[in-house]
């Protein structure tokens, strides 16, 4: 009976816990966003300054080295991205008079045909009206200048979370082992062995997850961009690009990419021989996903049902922001993990049974 009672004490402890975990991280939650994010790009590249450190090389200088190689990763996508995305912006505006008249001549008068209504829009009117507030588009800054002083904060608030980063991430990445030590000695020995197996596992699935989804995401980048190119699509890259990003919500970024491509298509090539090619690209690139990269890549290990990916997007983007989506999905992976542990747990014990 004493042994029935101490297990269930046990459980009770470890609910506790939970609880007041969840509540400092809700209470916390406006300053956590650098520290959580600094941790997964750490826990990341943590084996790699280890690496270093196994090559006689200190982890002070091995985490600066992997930081300005991090720093040289980002900054040479942005130098490469931005031009062709302006490049692609640019043609988007030249092009924008062409599809207004297009819209009228060909989309109205099928739609009045489809649907028998009537839509009588007056292009000429639209286009003035674009062009006259491209021209007082100077005027906007000193419209939305009060609403600037009122979001300050949040905009300071913002910057300073994006410095901390690289601060946190220096310290994490150079005492990642003295930090992994200590919070093992604070784990109480009777807790010792069965948070142990916990933290391997869950070692194991986040960086299968977090390996996977970023090959994943590469992968289908340059199988939409590439397709989508090689069918004619004149702003392949973008759309391509948002696709393949968007590939970490289970069919977002097939639909986001398959309607701004079948717009992009209708607007230039004004008939169903140029969005056919469209679609069967997006239809070779879902099933190489679901049947081949994902599989290959992810596996099914992880189990974040699609409805859950959703929730757990939207609910840290509440709590975190923008950084709370990239966060998301790998927390969310390791709390599948745990959860997963705890229902077994709880399945054999008293609680349960009597």
């Avoid at 300054?49 to 930081?67: P, Q």
């Avoid at 009206?129 to 007082?136: G, L, M, T």
């Avoid at 197996?197 to 989804?213: H, K, N, P, S, W």
């Avoid at 079948?262 to 169903?272: N, V, Y």
């Amino acid at each position: 009976m004493n042994n029935e009672h101490s297990t269930d004490l046990h459980y009770l402890w470890w609910l506790v816990l939970v609880c007041v975990t969840g509540g400092l991280i809700y209470l916390l939650s406006p300053i956590l966003t650098p520290f959580l994010l600094a941790a997964v790009i750490a826990y990341i590249c943590n084996p790699m300054v280890t690496c270093l450190a196994d090559k006689k090389i200190s982890r002070t200088f091995g985490a600066v080295l992997v930081m300005f190689l991090l720093s040289g990763l980002f900054a040479a996508l942005i130098l490469i991205m931005v031009p062709l995305f302006e490049k692609e912006a640019s043609r988007l505006l030249d092009k924008m008079p062409t599809y207004l008249d297009m819209l009228k001549s060909h989309v109205i008068p099928w739609l009045e045909a489809r649907l028998n209504i009537s839509l009588q829009p007056d292009i000429n009117m639209l286009k003035q009206a674009v062009s006259e507030h491209w021209r007082s588009a100077g005027g906007i800054a000193a419209k939305i200048l009060p609403s600037l002083t009122s979001g300050g904060m949040a905009v300071v608030e913002f910057l300073v979370n994006l410095l901390l980063v690289p601060v946190v991430l220096f310290y994490m990445l150079r005492d990642w082992d003295v930090l992994v030590k200590h919070v093992d000695e604070m784990i109480p020995r009777y807790w010792h062995h069965q948070v142990s197996v916990l933290t391997r596992e869950t070692d194991r699935i986040l960086a299968e997850f977090l390996r996977g989804q970023l090959s994943v995401i590469v992968l289908m980048s340059i199988c939409y961009i590439t397709g989508l190119w090689l069918v004619g699509l004149e702003f392949a890259l973008p759309i391509g690009l948002l696709a393949g990003i968007l590939v970490f919500v289970p069919y977002l970024g097939m639909i986001v990419g398959l309607t701004l491509a079948t717009f992009a298509a209708l607007m230039q090539f004004q008939g169903w021989g140029g969005i056919i090619p469209v679609w069967v690209v997006f239809g070779v690139g879902q099933l190489l996903e679901g049947m081949l990269i994902t599989p290959w890549l992810v596996g099914d290990r992880i189990g974040l049902h699609p409805v859950m990916v959703i929730f757990a997007l939207l609910a840290f983007g509440q709590l975190f922001g923008f950084f709370g989506i990239l966060l998301a999905l790998p927390v969310s992976a390791v709390m599948l993990v745990w959860l997963r542990h705890i229902h077994q747990s709880y399945l054999g014990s008293n609680l349960y049974n009597s």
